[in-house]
């Protein structure tokens, strides 16, 4: 088994429509891959249809940012029930969140000479709401950048020019949501800058697990990251957080989940849910 439990596609911020995203998956042996695009469940059908192919497993995931404050806590959900209508109409209104303040960040860079516009996007009708990561390929076809990370640091990250923050849910209410479509929360990439007593908060808000193994994670941090699971009942997970050729998340294939997080994960679900 090789197990990619954090992926995006075009639904979000990826770059790959999610058919490509499984074909190239494929090619790198991967068993069974979540598709967990930011606020949106609607690659999934797709991407469980190309699976197909190739005897991989699709599991049903999203990923909930929360709001912008010292840590940036953004919450995976694993076997959620996608069908769930209030989870549909949360992530409608997640969507709604960023699409306004795409118009608020579209508005910063027009003052600064910089004309991009809201309907610019309209490709993307039946996809996710537009985020920074799209404005930043905006600016890169525009020619102002050559990369998404040049547009972060210079235009678009906390601090800069154009940043606006995202006032999204909150932690407690991205945990609660999962739960409520019975999915299994787990904190994504700990490693940028979550403390460990905002992790161990976070597990008695309702947290079931932990994403460990993580492209910019160190040795020294999966260690801990380990040590806090096991303090507080935690699942250890792992995922690439790819995103697709010209994302700055390409290492799809190089970090890969345990073998028994799969099982773990629904261990949890049965224990939670019956």
Known sequence: MRIDLHTHSTYSDGTLEPEDLILCASKLGITHLALSDHDSTGGLEAARLKAKEFDMTVISAIEINTIETNSSVHILGYFIDENNQDLQNKLNHHRQIRETRAQMIIDKLRRMGIKIALSD??????????????????????????????????????????????????????????????????????????????????????????????????PDQIRNFIEIAKQNDLVVTGGSDYHGPGSGHEAIGEFTAPEDSIEKLLQRKAKLFG
């Open 121 to 218: 996007f309209n490709g993307r009708k039946e996809k996710a709401a537009i985020g920074r990561p799209h404005i930043a390929d905006k600016l890169k076809e525009k020619g102002i950048v050559f990369s998404r990370q040049e547009a972060f640091d210079k235009y678009l990250s906390k601090g800069r020019p154009a940043y606006i923050i995202y006032e999204g849910p909150s932690p407690q209410d991205a945990i609660d949501t999962i739960l409520a479509c019975k999915g299994i929360p787990v904190l994504a990439h700990p490693g940028y800058f979550v403390p460990t007593d905002a992790i161990v908060a976070l597990a008695k808000m309702g947290l079931q697990g932990i994403e460990t193994y993580y492209p910019s994670h160190k």
